[in-house]
């Protein structure tokens, strides 16, 4: 079924699914976060989902297997809920114990990810 992953953009209740190569998702999270000033200049939370978004889709390279809704995906292997108001980052690995799993500030994200 492949490597799923979903990215949770809260303020904005959207939520995009990635049905290949999901075990990139932090890094590509991490990345959209960075190339978008990081959490210095961070661009306002609005705009915060549209750049996510586009790192995703670019960097993953494709236009087929990825997702966007405003309800949950079910069954997918690693969760990232991007808080911009909070400025935080969660972080949850399903079905496997991961010791990257828990809350980051967007700073603490980057470093460990990026």
Do not use: C
Request: charged residues 25%; glycine residues 10%; hydrophobic residues 35%.
């Amino acid at each position: 079924m492949g490597d799923r992953a979903q990215v949770h953009i809260e303020h904005a209740g959207v939520y995009y699914y990635i049905h290949l190569e999901g075990y990139k998702v932090f890094e590509q999270v991490a990345a959209g976060l960075k190339n978008a000033g990081g959490p210095e200049n961070l661009p306002p939370s609005d705009k915060i989902a549209g750049i996510v978004f586009d790192s995703i889709n670019t960097n993953l390279g494709r236009t087929r297997g990825l997702g966007i809704s405003s309800e949950p995906y079910e069954g997918v292997y690693r969760y990232v809920s991007v808080n911009a108001i909070d400025r935080t980052v969660t972080v949850r690995t399903i079905y496997e114990d991961s010791d990257d799993d828990g809350e980051y500030s967007i700073t603490e994200f980057i470093e460990q990810f990026f």
